[in-house]
């Protein structure tokens, strides 16, 4: 009687696997020890846990001025004093986090958030809520005209972000890094 023997293919290599496994944990754990609860000047590494961006870890780049930075890029900046109590009160950030939003308008460009709408040159670039994604009103920052020299716009895309849309213009010294996405979902 002859017996047969079954081989069986795995479709990948478990010594690759088992690498691929140790790096991805290896990778989660630097996260992780380089983004503690609190916000330090010198992290290198912001974790993002709010609605108003994409959620995951941003790389900061501390050197980068406003005057670095164009349209699009990600600047980071301390939650304005006129809404710091509600953002706290509302439990949107921690004191100690900073804001981080997309860098929309600069000075010279045209600024419109009339009609609950947020225009800039020309261009509606979202709505303006009533509530929060908890239905408590928001508050609304009403202009139309330039950016003066100094300040710049913040509007994010998501439709729940606290924005300039809310606490309006933001001074240009406030900026203390710019941000780019390292792994994001």
């Known amino acids: 009687m002859v017996s047969k023997t079954c081989v069986y293919y795995l479709p990948f ?12 944990l290896g990778v989660v754990l630097l996260m992780a020890a380089l983004n503690s609860s609190s916000f330090s000047p ?7 846990t709010t609605a108003s961006m ?12 406003i005057s670095d ?7 980071v900046y301390p939650i304005p004093e006129k809404v710091l109590r509600l953002v706290l009160a509302r439990n949107y950030v921690k004191a ?11 000075p010279g460009d045209y600024v419109c958030t009339q009609h609950r ?12 809520p009533y509530n929060d994604s908890q239905d408590r009103p928001l508050p609304y920052h009403r202009y139309c005209g330039h950016v003066p020299d100094g300040f710049f716009y913040s509007f994010s895309e998501r ?24 792994w994001t979902w």
């Not at 994409?54 to 001025?65: I, Q, V």
């Not at 100690?96 to 600069?106: I, Q």
């Not at 439709?159 to 390292?182: K, M």
């Open 13 to 24: 290599k478990p010594k690759i696997a088992w690498i691929a496994v140790v790096t991805l």
């Open 117 to 128: 709408r947020v225009v800039v040159n020309k261009k509606v670039l979202g709505d303006i």
């Open 159 to 182: 439709p729940h972000s606290f924005d300039s849309r809310h606490y309006g213009p933001i001074p240009s010294s406030f900026v203390t890094a710019t941000a780019s996405p390292l």
């Open 96 to 106: 100690d986090v900073p804001l981080m939003k997309p860098l929309t308008a600069v």
């Open 69 to 75: 930075a164009k349209r699009g890029d990600i600047v």
């Open 42 to 48: 010198h992290k290198l590494i912001l974790y993002n």
């Open 54 to 65: 994409p959620f995951g870890y941003y790389r900061l780049h501390h050197n980068a001025t």
